[in-house]
Nanobody, 115 residues
């Protein structure tokens, strides 16, 4: 299983970013996918999840109305569209999947929201 995140960067408050996570090594279309984030000195927290068929999504209260999770099963990719970014969204964002009882993580992508 391999997960590779991309799309992070430095953005001003109120700006937008789209994160991507390219997956390989498992049957992507059969698994729910998750985005987590970890700010400096804080624990890693679930931000968003999407079911295998994209029929169900869930977002943390702190990002509802601003973030959207989606996936393209033909491309084995899950996305996190982040709008109206705030300084408190600054964190390393990780893609995650549980396959046969084991958790797999990407290397993470840094998102910094600052003026």
């Amino acid at each position: 299983v391999q997960l590779v995140e991309s799309g992070g960067g430095l953005v001003q408050p109120g700006g937008s970013l789209r994160l991507s996570c390219a997956a390989s090594g498992f049957t992507f279309s059969r698994y729910n996918m998750n985005w987590y984030r970890q700010a400096p000195g804080k624990e890693r927290n679930l931000v968003a999840l999407i079911s295998s068929d994209a029929g169900r999504t869930n977002l943390a209260d702190s990002v509802k109305g601003r973030f959207t999770i989606s996936r393209d099963n033909a491309k084995n990719t899950v996305y996190l569209q982040m709008n109206s970014l705030k300084p408190e969204d600054t964190a390393v964002y990780y893609c995650n999947v549980f396959v046969r009882g084991s958790a797999y993580w990407g290397q993470g992508t840094q998102v910094t929201v600052s003026s």
